[in-house]
């Protein structure tokens, strides 16, 4: 079992290294891809993998039109695998479109190999590199070392007659075939009449020229003109160190001559009203933060302007109409990009609206208008237009939002509808001259005279204790009447009876003629109704009547219930006679 | 017997008439509702037909007013738009929306209501201009009432209780003969002042009934007038400024 694991062990690390074998690899890499005639293509050949270091070198595949110089190989370890590379020169005889870097290596009975990269030689220089030029009259100046031609420097422009605004792209190159030693500086020429951008740096490389290899490296700078007329480059100037190891060190400095370039006023031609001075090619978008709104809340449109030229001369973006929103002024910012060592980028308004009516809205197009210096016309751009769901706000615009400044009216309107109705009536009722509307004074004048008549009646009574006394007489009358008569009905006592009668008609009389109780007897009682003027029949049917009840009060026989009967029906009479007397 | 279904025929005449009343006054809120929609979709114009329609059936409401008056400016109609306002006005004058709507009108139409340049006397003008008959006559009712009231309670009263209770009753005599006041002049206003307002783009104004008399001035459209006489079909008009001319009956339309 044990000889078995170490067996299958050893397989396992004898199939592993196999597979390392296999995974030895070979890569072509080849720079530049465009260049001029004569001038060299670096191709670099790498091997990489464990044994790479004695794996040997490759072959390359050698292309019609192009000598081929070995240089060197190099040998680098990284993460414990080793790469082998190799460095060939191409320098190509003839102008064309070629398939440069094929390689390949035999290496223990396998053949492995690096495709080839296709490239492009051109019959002047290479048109993005440092010596290249856009026209056939873009200045350039040059200034040589004084040891011949060994180390000399290049000034030139790309365009001799820009418009004002139009980026002019200045390019300083220094071409040595010699070793620099120390320091080396580059002081830039004066720039008075530009408005300058620093370009990124070129990537250097190797020229021939005249028959001569020279390495290279270049500065660019972006210049856009200010002013029309004729504006002057000054002078570029390249310090450097000479000498070697076994030479003495000496200092030298190459200035080039000042460029002179015509700058062009933009044409007045089909110029738009609302153009504002932006040179260069630009698209616009506007964006909103948000497709549904509150009125009262703000929302936040973003108009960007991307594009080459020169994004500080963009200034005339023009708004849409928003007189339906209260507007802050916009926060600009602008961000650069010179790819392509043309200048560009992205320039933003961000602008904060507060709608103010509720309802669908549109916002824009913003527009911008540019001089395109390429086709040498005007041209109008805009966004697309944003539509925008203002909803009814919480918060009147004068009293909340942002800001705390008054709410400054910008239209008028007539006010909208009013609301839905569940009945409709008429409402052209008039309550004057209604009856109602005279019940309403009436009513409380009645009520005021019938209390104030009653208030009136009433101090009257309370003043005159005689007139009290003999209004209220009668109503006395009849509730003493109506014992007399319930004591009968009763078959009650018929002394009792009698004296209810009793009380009843010398009360009566009593208040009648405002007499004090116990002032009237049966005796003085004739005497006293003839001194009122009571008939003296009258007055006498009164004693009698007294008399009788007396007697009946005080005898011990008493009467039966017709004979009460018989004397209250008859002071019944004299009481209504009496009540016509007194 | 007789007299049983005699009041029986009554009762079921009047419920039917109750009915018929209610039916009517829904299918008039109904058509008010969907004249409201069709003015939401922008239909201005068939909106305003149909508060003319309900109109037509002698229902007057201040907000059917209103509305028609709006719509009536949506169809670039300041004449009726105006005239319906002021209609409503006269049903409602403190409504803020119908006041504000024809301030609005006055501020674009040719030519504008003079108003006076004193801040309190047009307060007052407008708090006045506000007051219905119907509310001068609630309140002059009210006062009299607690006028009434307090008399009587202080027929009970004595001392400085009754000089109190008085000195109440005295300001509500004030309110009272203010109201009262008020509510005559209104009466009065609402039977001698015709008002009236000018439907043509232009309506020239002569000395006299008659186009052979002098022209003396040019009303616009929306001008509201007061009616002084008719004469035929001529109408002499006075302007709230003072000014009085002779217009065309058929270029006004009373309010």
């Known amino acids: 079992m044990t000889r078995f694991a170490v067996w299958a062990l050893t397989c396992l690390l004898v199939t592993a290294g196999a597979k390392a074998e296999a995974q030895l690899h070979l890569a072509s890499e080849v720079s530049p891809t465009r260049a001029g005639l004569h001038e060299r293509f670096t191709v670099t050949i790498t091997v990489s993998g464990q044994d790479a270091d004695g794996a040997g070198r490759p072959s390359v595949v050698e292309p019609d039109g192009f000598t081929v110089h070995y240089v060197g190989s190099s040998t680098s370890i990284f993460n414990n695998s080793v790469m082998q590379s190799y460095t060939f020169l191409f320098v190509p005889e003839r102008a064309g479109r070629f398939l440069i870097g094929e390689a390949t290596l035999d290496w223990r009975g396998q053949r492995i190999s690096a495709a080839g990269t296709p490239i492009e030689v051109t019959d002047g220089g290479s048109p993005g590199g440092a010596g290249s030029r856009s026209g056939p009259d873009a200045g350039r100046s040059t200034a040589v070392d004084a040891e011949g031609r060994d180390i000399f420097v290049e000034a030139f422009v790309d365009k001799e007659q820009p418009y004002v605004g139009e980026q002019v792209t200045l390019t300083f190159v220094v071409y040595n075939s010699r070793t620099l030693v120390g320091d080396s500086d580059y002081e830039p020429p004066s720039l008075t009449g530009f408005w300058s951008v620093p370009l990124p740096r070129v990537q250097g490389g190797t020229k021939t020229i005249d028959g001569r290899v020279y390495e290279y490296n270049a500065v660019k700078t972006a210049l856009f003109p200010t002013t029309t007329g004729e504006l002057t480059i000054g002078q570029g100037t390249f310090s450097f160190n000479l000498g070697g190891f076994f030479s003495r060190m000496r200092g030298a400095r190459l200035t080039t001559d000042p460029i002179t370039i015509r700058a062009r006023s933009l044409p007045a031609a089909g110029r738009p009203d609302d153009f504002d001075g932006a040179v260069g090619r630009y698209e616009i978008q506007a964006t909103a933060d948000r497709a549904t709104v509150a009125a009262g809340d703000v929302v936040t449109v973003e108009v960007s302007v991307t594009g080459t030229g020169n994004l500080d001369l963009v200034t005339g973006v023009v708004p849409p109409d928003l007189s339906n929103f209260r507007t802050y002024d916009p926060r600009v910012t602008k961000t650069l990009s010179n790819s392509g060592f043309t200048v560009g980028g992205v320039k933003t308004w961000e602008y904060v609206l507060m709608p103010s009516k509720p309802g669908k809205t549109v916002i824009g197009p913003f527009t911008l208008s540019f001089f395109d210096s390429e086709t040498g016309r005007y041209l109008t751009v805009s966004s697309t237009p944003i539509e925008l769901t203002v909803t009814p706000g919480t918060t009147s615009a004068g009293t909340g939002g942002v800001g705390s400044r008054n709410v400054e009216r910008i239209a008028a309107d007539i006010r909208y509808l009013k609301s839905d109705h569940d009945s409709m009536g008429s409402s052209h009722r008039r309550l004057y001259g209604s009856v109602p509307f005279y019940l309403f004074y009436l009513m409380p004048a009645a009520a005021f005279a019938g209390v104030f008549v009653f208030k009136r009646r009433r101090d009257i009574l309370e003043r005159d204790t005689g007139l009290k006394r003999r209004r209220t007489a009668w109503k006395h009358l009849q509730r003493a009447i109506g014992r007399a008569e319930r004591l009968i009905s009763d078959n009650g006592s018929s002394a009792e009876a009698c004296r209810a009668i009793v009380d009843a008609l010398t009360d009566y009389i009593g208040d009648c003629l405002n007499l004090a109780p116990g002032a009237l007897t049966t005796a003085s009682i004739e005497e006293t109704l003839g001194r009122h003027g009571v008939p003296e029949d009258l007055a006498g049917r009164t004693t009698r009547t007294l008399a009788m009840c007396d007697f009946i009060r005080f005898s011990s026989v008493g009467a039966d219930r017709s004979m009460q009967e018989n004397i209250l029906g008859e002071t019944r009479g004299i009481l209504r006679e009496l009540r016509e007397v007194l | ?255």
């Open chain 2, 1 to 255: 017997m007789r007299g049983i279904l005699c009041a029986g025929i009554i009762l079921l005449v009047a419920a039917l008439l109750a009915a018929t009343a209610a039916f009517c006054a829904d299918d008039d809120a109904a058509a008010y509702n969907k004249a409201g929609a069709l003015y939401r979709e922008g239909r201005f114009g068939e909106s305003l037909s149909i508060y003319e329609d309900i109109l037509g059936r002698g229902i007057r409401n201040p907000d059917l007013l209103y509305n028609a008056g709006c719509a009536a400016f949506r169809t670039d109609d300041l004449g009726k738009a105006v005239l319906y306002l002021e209609r409503a006005r006269a049903l409602a004058p403190s409504d803020e929306d119908i006041l504000a709507n024809l301030s609005y009108l006055n501020s674009i139409k040719q030519d504008q209501e003079p108003e006076s340049g004193n801040t309190l006397l047009v307060f007052f003008s407008r708090q006045y201009r506000a007051i219905t008959p119907n509310g001068a006559a609630l309140w002059s009712g009210i006062a009299f009432a607690l006028l009434m009231g307090t008399l009587t309670f202080a027929l009970f009263l004595a001392g400085w209780r009754r000089i109190a209770v008085l000195a109440g009753a005295g300001i509500f005599g004030i309110i009272f003969l203010a109201a009262t006041i008020t509510l005559a002049e209104k009466v009065n206003h609402e039977r001698t002042v015709v008002e009236a307002v000018v439907m043509a783009d232009e309506a020239p104004a002569y000395s006299g009934p008659d186009t052979d008399n002098v022209h003396i001035f040019t009303l616009h459209e929306g001008t509201v007038v007061i009616v002084e006489r008719t004469q035929d079909d001529w109408v002499l008009v006075r302007l709230r400024s003072g000014a009085a001319g002779w217009l065309r009956n058929d270029l006004i339309e009373r309010i």
